[in-house]
Protein backbone atom coordinates (compact mmCIF):
# COMPACT_ATOMS: atom_id res chain seq x y z
CA UNK A 1 0.00 0.00 0.00
CA UNK A 2 1.11 3.34 -0.74
CA UNK A 3 1.94 6.02 2.27
CA UNK A 4 2.01 9.32 1.41
CA UNK A 5 3.85 11.39 3.83
CA UNK A 6 4.49 15.34 3.96
CA UNK A 7 6.41 17.25 1.32
CA UNK A 8 10.08 17.29 2.43
CA UNK A 9 10.68 14.57 5.06
CA UNK A 10 11.56 14.80 9.21
CA UNK A 11 9.66 17.94 8.76
CA UNK A 12 11.74 19.59 7.13
CA UNK A 13 11.21 23.06 4.80
CA UNK A 14 12.11 23.70 1.15
CA UNK A 15 12.97 27.15 2.41
CA UNK A 16 16.48 25.85 3.50
CA UNK A 17 18.26 24.67 0.17
CA UNK A 18 21.54 24.11 2.19
CA UNK A 19 21.63 21.65 5.11
CA UNK A 20 23.86 19.14 6.79
CA UNK A 21 26.92 19.28 4.35
CA UNK A 22 24.91 19.24 1.00
CA UNK A 23 21.70 20.80 -1.02
CA UNK A 24 18.64 19.65 0.58
CA UNK A 25 17.09 16.62 -1.12
CA UNK A 26 13.46 18.28 -1.05
CA UNK A 27 15.13 21.40 -2.23
CA UNK A 28 17.22 19.92 -5.30
CA UNK A 29 14.45 17.18 -6.71
CA UNK A 30 12.02 20.11 -6.49
CA UNK A 31 13.87 22.94 -7.64
CA UNK A 32 15.56 20.72 -10.83
CA UNK A 33 12.41 19.43 -12.72
CA UNK A 34 10.82 23.02 -11.89
CA UNK A 35 13.64 24.70 -14.32
CA UNK A 36 13.58 21.83 -16.77
CA UNK A 37 10.19 21.70 -17.62
CA UNK A 38 9.72 25.65 -17.44
CA UNK A 39 12.69 25.44 -20.22
CA UNK A 40 11.31 22.89 -22.90
CA UNK A 41 7.75 23.94 -22.40
CA UNK A 42 7.80 27.39 -22.43
CA UNK A 43 10.80 27.82 -25.03
CA UNK A 44 9.43 24.85 -26.52
CA UNK A 45 5.89 26.30 -27.18
CA UNK A 46 7.57 29.38 -29.02
CA UNK A 47 9.86 26.59 -30.50
CA UNK A 48 7.25 24.88 -32.36
CA UNK A 49 5.28 28.05 -33.31
CA UNK A 50 7.89 29.41 -35.46
CA UNK A 51 7.67 25.86 -37.33
CA UNK A 52 4.31 25.78 -37.60
CA UNK A 53 4.16 28.93 -39.04
CA UNK A 54 7.13 29.65 -40.53
CA UNK A 55 8.60 26.36 -41.11
CA UNK A 56 8.11 23.43 -43.85
CA UNK A 57 8.18 19.31 -43.79
CA UNK A 58 11.57 17.79 -45.29
CA UNK A 59 11.01 15.64 -48.03
CA UNK A 60 11.92 11.88 -46.77
CA UNK A 61 15.50 11.29 -49.66
CA UNK A 62 17.20 14.66 -47.15
CA UNK A 63 15.94 12.79 -43.17
CA UNK A 64 18.88 10.89 -42.24
CA UNK A 65 18.53 6.98 -41.17
CA UNK A 66 20.69 7.02 -38.29
CA UNK A 67 20.86 4.52 -35.28
CA UNK A 68 22.23 7.20 -33.44
CA UNK A 69 18.94 8.98 -34.03
CA UNK A 70 17.30 6.46 -32.58
CA UNK A 71 19.89 6.23 -29.24
CA UNK A 72 18.63 9.66 -28.81
CA UNK A 73 15.17 8.75 -29.11
CA UNK A 74 15.62 5.65 -26.78
CA UNK A 75 17.54 8.04 -24.38
CA UNK A 76 14.92 10.74 -24.14
CA UNK A 77 11.97 7.71 -23.34
CA UNK A 78 13.93 5.87 -20.83
CA UNK A 79 14.43 9.27 -18.72
CA UNK A 80 10.93 10.06 -19.34
CA UNK A 81 10.02 6.88 -17.71
CA UNK A 82 12.82 6.22 -15.27
CA UNK A 83 10.96 8.84 -12.57
CA UNK A 84 8.16 7.30 -12.91
CA UNK A 85 9.56 3.89 -12.04
CA UNK A 86 11.46 5.05 -9.04
CA UNK A 87 8.56 6.67 -8.08
CA UNK A 88 6.33 3.39 -8.20
CA UNK A 89 9.58 1.68 -6.77
CA UNK A 90 9.59 3.90 -3.62
CA UNK A 91 5.62 3.76 -3.13
CA UNK A 92 5.49 0.57 -3.46
CA UNK A 93 9.02 -1.02 -1.57
CA UNK A 94 10.63 1.74 -0.12
CA UNK A 95 8.30 3.57 2.42
CA UNK A 96 6.32 6.49 2.47
CA UNK A 97 6.15 8.57 -0.67
CA UNK A 98 7.01 11.90 -0.12
CA UNK A 99 5.64 15.21 -2.20
CA UNK A 100 9.05 16.08 -3.43
CA UNK A 101 9.51 12.58 -4.95
CA UNK A 102 5.87 12.79 -6.60
CA UNK A 103 6.61 16.01 -8.09
CA UNK A 104 9.92 15.43 -8.95
CA UNK A 105 8.73 12.15 -10.56
CA UNK A 106 5.50 14.45 -12.64
CA UNK A 107 7.57 17.04 -13.56
CA UNK A 108 10.70 14.71 -14.97
CA UNK A 109 8.24 12.77 -17.22
CA UNK A 110 6.71 15.83 -18.90
CA UNK A 111 9.94 17.83 -19.22
CA UNK A 112 11.62 14.34 -21.35
CA UNK A 113 8.45 13.99 -23.03
CA UNK A 114 8.50 17.32 -24.23
CA UNK A 115 12.34 17.43 -25.33
CA UNK A 116 11.45 14.00 -27.40
CA UNK A 117 8.69 15.98 -28.99
CA UNK A 118 10.87 18.68 -30.02
CA UNK A 119 13.52 16.55 -31.32
CA UNK A 120 10.86 14.27 -33.42
CA UNK A 121 9.91 18.20 -34.61
CA UNK A 122 13.58 18.91 -35.18
CA UNK A 123 13.75 15.56 -37.19
CA UNK A 124 10.30 15.99 -39.62
CA UNK A 125 10.39 19.92 -40.51
CA UNK A 126 12.49 22.53 -40.95
CA UNK A 127 12.51 26.78 -41.16
CA UNK A 128 12.03 28.10 -44.64
CA UNK A 129 14.89 30.32 -44.47
CA UNK A 130 16.98 28.47 -42.34
CA UNK A 131 20.83 27.94 -43.06
CA UNK A 132 22.29 26.56 -40.43
CA UNK A 133 23.09 22.89 -39.43
CA UNK A 134 22.21 21.24 -36.28
CA UNK A 135 19.72 21.42 -33.16
CA UNK A 136 17.85 24.23 -31.71
CA UNK A 137 18.83 25.93 -28.95
CA UNK A 138 16.18 24.93 -26.79
CA UNK A 139 17.17 21.33 -26.95
CA UNK A 140 20.62 22.32 -26.24
CA UNK A 141 19.75 24.20 -23.50
CA UNK A 142 18.14 21.56 -22.26
CA UNK A 143 20.17 19.18 -22.74
CA UNK A 144 23.18 21.41 -20.90
CA UNK A 145 20.69 22.05 -17.75
CA UNK A 146 19.89 18.38 -17.30
CA UNK A 147 23.24 17.40 -17.40
CA UNK A 148 24.76 19.84 -15.27
CA UNK A 149 21.62 19.17 -12.77
CA UNK A 150 23.27 15.44 -12.01
CA UNK A 151 27.11 17.12 -11.13
CA UNK A 152 25.03 19.46 -8.72
CA UNK A 153 24.32 16.62 -7.15
CA UNK A 154 28.00 15.73 -6.51
CA UNK A 155 28.26 19.01 -4.53
CA UNK A 156 26.46 16.82 -1.20
CA UNK A 157 29.00 14.09 -1.74
CA UNK A 158 29.61 14.15 2.42
CA UNK A 159 25.72 14.91 3.29
CA UNK A 160 24.19 12.05 4.86
CA UNK A 161 20.84 12.71 3.39
CA UNK A 162 21.77 12.13 0.36
CA UNK A 163 23.09 7.95 -0.97
CA UNK A 164 26.47 8.55 -1.11
CA UNK A 165 27.35 6.05 0.98
CA UNK A 166 25.43 3.31 -0.07
CA UNK A 167 24.27 2.27 3.21
CA UNK A 168 21.06 0.23 2.62
CA UNK A 169 19.22 -1.15 -0.93
CA UNK A 170 16.99 2.53 -1.45
CA UNK A 171 20.34 4.06 -1.20
CA UNK A 172 22.02 1.98 -3.24
CA UNK A 173 18.73 1.92 -6.08
CA UNK A 174 19.09 6.07 -6.44
CA UNK A 175 22.54 5.72 -6.79
CA UNK A 176 22.03 3.26 -9.60
CA UNK A 177 19.29 5.57 -10.75
CA UNK A 178 21.97 9.02 -10.38
CA UNK A 179 24.21 6.77 -12.15
CA UNK A 180 21.93 6.03 -15.07
CA UNK A 181 20.54 9.55 -15.29
CA UNK A 182 24.26 10.73 -15.40
CA UNK A 183 25.15 8.46 -18.61
CA UNK A 184 22.06 9.19 -20.67
CA UNK A 185 22.00 13.05 -20.06
CA UNK A 186 25.91 13.42 -21.00
CA UNK A 187 25.21 10.72 -24.05
CA UNK A 188 22.50 13.08 -25.27
CA UNK A 189 24.53 16.24 -24.67
CA UNK A 190 27.29 14.51 -26.72
CA UNK A 191 24.99 13.45 -29.49
CA UNK A 192 23.28 16.78 -29.72
CA UNK A 193 26.51 18.43 -30.51
CA UNK A 194 26.56 16.19 -33.64
CA UNK A 195 23.22 16.09 -34.41
CA UNK A 196 22.71 12.58 -36.30
CA UNK A 197 19.09 12.87 -36.70
CA UNK A 198 19.41 16.27 -38.91
CA UNK A 199 20.50 16.37 -43.08
CA UNK A 200 24.19 16.79 -42.81
CA UNK A 201 23.97 19.66 -44.58
CA UNK A 202 22.08 22.94 -43.83
CA UNK A 203 18.40 21.64 -45.52
CA UNK A 204 18.05 24.78 -47.88
CA UNK A 205 21.59 24.09 -49.16
CA UNK A 206 20.16 20.64 -49.93
CA UNK A 207 17.15 22.08 -51.79
CA UNK A 208 19.40 24.18 -53.87
CA UNK A 209 21.51 21.42 -55.15
CA UNK A 210 18.60 19.08 -55.95
CA UNK A 211 17.25 22.29 -58.01
CA UNK A 212 20.62 22.72 -59.62
CA UNK A 213 20.51 18.83 -60.59
CA UNK A 214 17.45 19.11 -61.94
CA UNK A 215 18.04 22.32 -64.54
CA UNK A 216 21.27 19.69 -65.27
CA UNK A 217 19.59 17.37 -66.41
CA UNK A 218 16.67 19.28 -68.29
CA UNK A 219 19.45 21.03 -70.14
CA UNK A 220 19.65 19.21 -73.82
CA UNK A 221 22.91 16.94 -74.40
CA UNK A 222 25.91 18.25 -75.38
CA UNK A 223 26.15 19.55 -79.05
CA UNK A 224 27.49 16.51 -81.14
CA UNK A 225 31.22 17.23 -83.12
CA UNK A 226 32.50 16.32 -85.71
CA UNK A 227 36.38 16.16 -86.46
CA UNK A 228 36.88 18.86 -89.33
CA UNK A 229 40.35 19.65 -90.97
CA UNK A 230 40.24 22.47 -87.67
CA UNK A 231 39.34 20.47 -84.97
CA UNK A 232 36.64 19.00 -83.37
CA UNK A 233 32.65 20.13 -84.68
CA UNK A 234 30.21 17.84 -85.70
CA UNK A 235 29.29 13.85 -85.50
CA UNK A 236 31.05 12.52 -82.31
CA UNK A 237 29.11 12.97 -78.96
CA UNK A 238 31.72 14.16 -76.43
CA UNK A 239 30.48 14.12 -73.13
CA UNK A 240 33.69 16.27 -71.51
CA UNK A 241 35.72 18.89 -72.52
CA UNK A 242 39.13 16.92 -72.21
CA UNK A 243 37.54 14.22 -74.36
CA UNK A 244 36.75 16.88 -77.33
CA UNK A 245 40.44 17.59 -76.90
CA UNK A 246 41.79 14.36 -77.26
CA UNK A 247 39.63 13.88 -80.76
CA UNK A 248 40.82 17.37 -81.65
CA UNK A 249 44.58 16.31 -81.40
CA UNK A 250 43.94 12.62 -83.28
CA UNK A 251 42.54 14.92 -86.24
CA UNK A 252 45.33 16.62 -86.64
CA UNK A 253 47.97 13.85 -86.12
CA UNK A 254 45.85 12.04 -88.67
CA UNK A 255 45.34 15.00 -91.34
CA UNK A 256 49.32 15.37 -91.05
CA UNK A 257 50.20 11.54 -91.59
CA UNK A 258 47.63 11.34 -94.21
CA UNK A 259 45.86 8.70 -92.35
CA UNK A 260 42.15 10.94 -93.12
CA UNK A 261 40.01 11.17 -96.14
CA UNK A 262 38.44 14.85 -96.53
CA UNK A 263 34.97 14.45 -97.56
CA UNK A 264 32.86 16.82 -99.95
CA UNK A 265 32.09 19.15 -96.59
CA UNK A 266 35.53 18.86 -95.52
CA UNK A 267 34.94 16.35 -92.81
CA UNK A 268 37.05 13.73 -91.93
CA UNK A 269 36.33 10.36 -93.01
CA UNK A 270 37.69 6.76 -91.17
Known amino acids: MVVVGSYCPGNGTISQPWTQQGFSPCFYFTLVPTVLLSVCLLLGA ?53 GYALLYG ?23 QDRTRGH ?11 FAAENLALVSWRSPLWWWSLGDAPQKVQFSLWVLRYVCTFTLFVLGMKAPGLPHKPYMLLVNEDERDVENRQVGPPVPRRCWGGGCRGAEVVTTTGQCWVIAVVCEVSILLGKGSVGPTGSLGW
Do not use: D, N
Open 46 to 98: LQYACYARFGRAMEPKHIPRSRLYHAQVFLSLLLAVQPLGALLWQGLAAGPLY
Open 106 to 128: CLSAGGWGCALGLLQLEHTRVLA
Open 136 to 146: GTVLLLFWALA
